[in-house]
């Protein structure tokens, strides 16, 4: 659900530096569906990438020069799509092309939690996840494709739908078919396929994008592999913890708990006062100020005992249905897919990762392996889901 600043912060020497150059957007091909616009936002050479990482010392010894391929050239993409209510609307991301010959695999990575427009993919600003995980990404030869989602970038007038799986998946899904078109566009060589991954919010959005890529009729995408780190899977269960036990009561926590509430509340007209939810005075500082509200409290001792009531035995059906909607995990993936979920995760419960396992496995998928990481949290879990991804993808082809 969110890249927690010192997360962020232990990897900025390893993944990136960054080169500002803007140039004015291409015109895009009038045949083009999706596609809008263009913009070249800079380069970075190998040596530089290898410099960085070498220099950092995160790297352990480890002879990077020998994985590190190439530089790549950032782009940001402007695309038609969807707003949450069907509305027509553009929205924006992040491609990153190799510098190399010969024709390329293409990985999509959905970003974890974001709170600000800054933050956003497509603004490329140093520190943030896809500055740090896409030239990387991008120097072991993969076209990386970095979707900002709606709230963000080009879209930044709109609210972000936090953790809506409908929205998250489609908006992802539109941003591919205009990555697609932008490659054949540019001459850039693409094999058709498709790798994608994402990590918290990021994993939820890669889950709900993998179903919407197996749907597809006559795909333009070879999906191999599919890898979702600890994601917010199973909304219902998650929910039902989070009212009937003690968790962490962090601010910072509470705020994304607050918000996937208050974000159901809107997109599925339930129209309800905060009242509803929690007790005073909590109910009217969530009321005024949304995520923003400071509660450090863990979150069972404020909600209230009707709505508590209504989830634990079936009563509140609106609320409920807006939960099971955004249940990830419901569907039998045709795709290798890795799970990864730390044991200790006190954000996004391990629960989520392991339910969303066994409904799978037990709705008869082949091909879905579950990592656990044993003592790891939602932030020491990252660089391994990162190494197992690497792995997970290379051993499939």
Same mark, same amino acid.
């Given at each position: 659900?969110?890249?927690?600043?010192?997360?962020?912060?232990?990897?900025?020497?390893?993944?990136?530096?960054?080169?500002?150059?803007?140039?004015?957007?291409?015109?895009?091909?009038?045949?083009?569906?999706?596609?809008?616009?263009?913009?070249?936002?800079?380069?970075?050479?190998?040596?530089?990438?290898?410099?960085?990482?070498?220099?950092?010392?995160?790297?352990?010894?480890?002879?990077?020069?020998?994985?590190?391929?190439?530089?790549?050239?950032?782009?940001?993409?402007?695309?038609?799509?969807?707003?949450?209510?069907?509305?027509?609307?553009?929205?924006?991301?992040?491609?990153?092309?190799?510098?190399?010959?010969?024709?390329?695999?293409?990985?999509?990575?959905?970003?974890?939690?974001?709170?600000?427009?800054?933050?956003?993919?497509?603004?490329?600003?140093?520190?943030?996840?896809?500055?740090?995980?896409?030239?990387?990404?991008?120097?072991?030869?993969?076209?990386?494709?970095?979707?900002?989602?709606?709230?963000?970038?080009?879209?930044?007038?709109?609210?972000?739908?936090?953790?809506?799986?409908?929205?998250?998946?489609?908006?992802?899904?539109?941003? %591919?078919? $205009?990555? @697609?078109?932008?490659? !054949?566009?540019?001459? /850039?060589?693409?094999?058709?396929? =498709?790798?994608?991954? *994402?990590?918290?919010?990021?994993?939820?959005?890669?889950?709900?994008?993998?179903?919407?890529?197996?749907?597809?009729?006559?795909?333009?995408?070879?999906?191999?592999?599919?890898?979702?780190?600890?994601?917010?899977?199973?909304?219902?269960?998650?929910?039902?913890?989070?009212?009937?036990?003690?968790?962490?009561?962090?601010?910072?926590?509470?705020?994304?708990?607050?918000?996937?509430?208050?974000?159901?509340?809107?997109?599925?007209?339930?129209?309800?006062?905060?009242?509803?939810?929690?007790?005073?005075?909590?109910?009217?500082?969530?009321?005024?100020?949304?995520?923003?509200?400071?509660?450090?409290?863990?979150?069972?001792?404020?909600?209230?005992?009707?709505?508590?009531?209504?989830?634990?035995?079936?009563?509140?059906?609106?609320? %409920?249905? $807006?939960? @099971?909607?955004?249940? !990830?995990?419901?569907? /039998?993936?045709?795709?290798?897919? =890795?799970?990864?979920? *730390?044991?200790?995760?006190?954000?996004?419960?391990?629960?989520?990762?392991?339910?969303?396992?066994?409904?799978?496995?037990?709705?008869?998928?082949?091909?879905?392996?579950?990592?656990?990481?044993?003592?790891?949290?939602?932030?020491?879990?990252?660089?391994?889901?990162?190494?197992?991804?690497?792995?997970?993808?290379?051993?499939?082809?």
């Amino acid at each position: 659900m969110k890249f927690v600043n010192r997360q962020i912060s232990a990897w900025v020497g390893l993944w990136m530096i960054l080169l500002v150059a803007s140039c004015t957007p291409k015109d895009p091909n009038p045949t083009n569906t999706y596609l809008v616009s263009s913009e070249k936002i800079t380069q970075l050479t190998k040596e530089q990438i290898i410099t960085q990482i070498t220099q950092s010392g995160l790297a352990g010894g480890v002879p990077v020069s020998a994985f590190i391929q190439n530089g790549c050239t950032v782009y940001r993409l402007t695309y038609h799509t969807k707003n949450t209510d069907g509305t027509a609307i553009d929205a924006s991301g992040l491609v990153l092309v190799p510098d190399r010959s010969g024709a390329l695999s293409m990985m999509s990575v959905q970003h974890g939690t974001i709170t600000t427009n800054s933050q956003a993919p497509s603004v490329f600003t140093a520190g943030t996840e896809a500055t740090l995980v896409g030239p990387f990404a991008a120097a072991l030869g993969y076209i990386v494709v970095y979707p900002d989602y709606l709230g963000y970038g080009a879209s930044q007038q709109t609210e972000h739908p936090y953790e809506h799986r409908e929205s998250l998946g489609a908006t992802s899904l539109d941003m %591919l078919m $205009a990555a @697609k078109e932008f490659v !054949a566009t540019n001459g /850039v060589s693409w094999n058709n396929k =498709l790798y994608i991954a *994402g990590y918290s919010e990021g994993g939820f959005a890669t889950m709900a994008l993998q179903q919407k890529l197996e749907q597809l009729t006559n795909s333009p995408f070879q999906l191999k592999a599919s890898s979702c780190g600890s994601g917010a899977y199973d909304k219902t269960s998650f929910t039902k913890y989070l009212i009937n036990n003690t968790t962490s009561g962090a601010p910072s926590a509470n705020s994304l708990y607050i918000w996937v509430l208050t974000t159901y509340n809107r997109l599925y007209n339930l129209k309800r006062p905060m009242t509803d939810f929690f007790k005073e005075p909590y109910a009217t500082q969530i009321q005024n100020q949304g995520r923003a509200a400071s509660v450090g409290v863990s979150l069972n001792t404020i909600i209230t005992d009707s709505f508590k009531k209504g989830l634990n035995d079936g009563s509140d059906t609106g609320f %409920l249905n $807006a939960l @099971k909607d955004n249940d !990830a995990y419901t569907f /039998v993936p045709k795709t290798p897919t =890795l799970l990864t979920h *730390g044991t200790s995760d006190q954000l996004v419960f391990y629960l989520n990762s392991e339910n969303a396992y066994n409904a799978m496995k037990a709705k008869g998928a082949t091909n879905v392996t579950f990592t656990p990481f044993p003592g790891k949290g939602h932030d020491t879990a990252l660089p391994d889901f990162l190494l197992a991804t690497i792995q997970f993808f290379s051993a499939n082809p």
